[in-house]
């Protein structure tokens, strides 16, 4: 059986955010939650935590040691376990590490369009957000990159550049190129690199390139709960480059009281015992990414769309479908009775783009095409 064919009916019973914010007769292709039962390791893990009563406080470095052995084995890389820092979850982590290396009303720069907690999380940190677009082909722009990092600088205050990595919602996948390129000039201009990476396990094409092997001053944050369905069980790592082992630990251990020891079991369980069930994931991803192409082609082919080398989004151009519409996901939703992310809130070049989520079965996107076909002009 496929992993992402889960039958309409048992989906509908989930209570998270994905299957109850819209009503029945929605087809919810927005936020990131996966179609998918969650691997047979961390229910297991899960289970038998809760049968025996080990549902208490969090202790040791279970969560750094299991990512550690993941990070060797999918990608070849060496961290030091002993380095990293727990947090309760990316964005909680990526303002503790901006909080090291920022102060209050400094600037942080980050690259339109991008997964919009980006401005509400660092505006509420109280930093001021520079935006630095990418580029037309979605990939890093560096010299809008260096005209944000001089405006983010002004005046000698310190600043961040907050990378996404790979790229939501572009599906973008950085090449180490980019990233050294990145390096150079944030050295260059005094700005310190924070990087989300919890994509990171979903690169579809090519491989991935940890940022922090190639920029030895970046701060990188790291979790199991994209790639392996676990929103609903926060847990995340802060992993420093070798330049930026001494900023992390100076990272209040308080932080780290936010994080529950069930989903440190159950995000260990992932990253050591979930190699095979996310091969079917990333397997299952390709082929969902190549039947939304022709659907595409078929029954939208003015709707525009680069296919990402990484998540499980697609970040559509409707501009030519729905015309002079700013944000089209509310037309879909409204005509189609498909929930999509609405592209605006991504930045301004989101503007008649819509964030389509891939992670379901094919015959839910086939149905989703369908309707959105045969409800626009």
């Known amino acids: 059986m496929a992993i992402f064919d889960v039958p309409v009916t048992e989906l509908r019973t989930r209570t998270s955010a994905k299957w109850r914010q819209y009503p029945d007769d929605v087809l919810p292709l927005w936020v990131a939650e996966m179609d998918v039962e969650v691997c047979e390791p961390v229910v297991r893990a899960v289970s038998d935590a809760v049968r025996r009563g080990d549902t208490g406080y969090p202790v040791g470095a279970d969560y750094q040691e299991s990512f550690a052995v993941f990070a060797e084995r999918r990608w070849g890389w060496a961290t030091q376990p002993s380095a990293m820092r727990l947090v309760p979850e990316i964005m909680a982590g990526v303002v503790e590490v901006v909080g090291l290396l920022t ?61 996404c990595h790979p790229q939501n919602p572009t599906g973008t996948v950085h090449t180490p190129d980019e990233l050294r390129a990145v390096g150079e000039l944030a050295v260059r201009h005094g700005v310190r690199v924070v990087v989300d990476e919890v994509h ?13 092997t190639v920029i030895p001053h970046a701060i990188a944050l790291h979790s199991a709960s994209k790639a392996f369905h676990l929103a609903g069980l926060k847990a995340a790592v802060a992993v420093p480059g070798p330049d930026a082992v001494a900023d992390l630990a100076r990272l209040d251990e308080l932080v780290e009281h936010g994080v529950g020891h069930v989903p440190v079991v159950a995000h260990c369980a992932a990253l050591r015992e979930g190699d095979a069930w996310l091969d079917q994931v990333l397997t299952e991803l390709r082929g969902n990414r190549e039947h939304l192409r022709a659907l ?23 501009g030519a479908v729905l015309p002079g519409v700013e944000d089209p996901a509310r037309v879909l939703l409204r005509e189609a009775r498909v929930a999509v992310n609405p592209g605006p809130t991504f930045g301004a070049p989101g503007a008649g783009h819509v964030r389509l989520n891939i992670a379901t079965s094919p015959a839910i996107l086939t149905e989703a095409v369908r309707r959105i076909a045969t409800a626009v002009p």
Do not use: I, K, Q
């Open 103 to 163: 102060g209050p009303g400094d600037a942080v720069v980050v690259n339109p369009p991008v997964y919009p907690p980006f401005w509400a999380y660092l505006r509420r940190a109280g930093r001021h957000v520079v935006e630095a677009p990418l580029g037309a082909d979605h990939r890093l722009d560096l010299a809008a990159l260096e005209a944000a990092f001089r405006t983010a600088t002004a005046g000698g205050r310190p600043a961040a550049f907050l990378l």
């Open 200 to 212: 990171a396990p979903l690169t579809l094409d090519g491989s991935f390139t940890p940022a922090t």
């Open 296 to 318: 595409l082609d078929e029954h939208l082919p003015a709707a525009r769309w680069t296919p990402g080398a990484g998540t499980y989004f697609a970040w559509l151009d409707l």
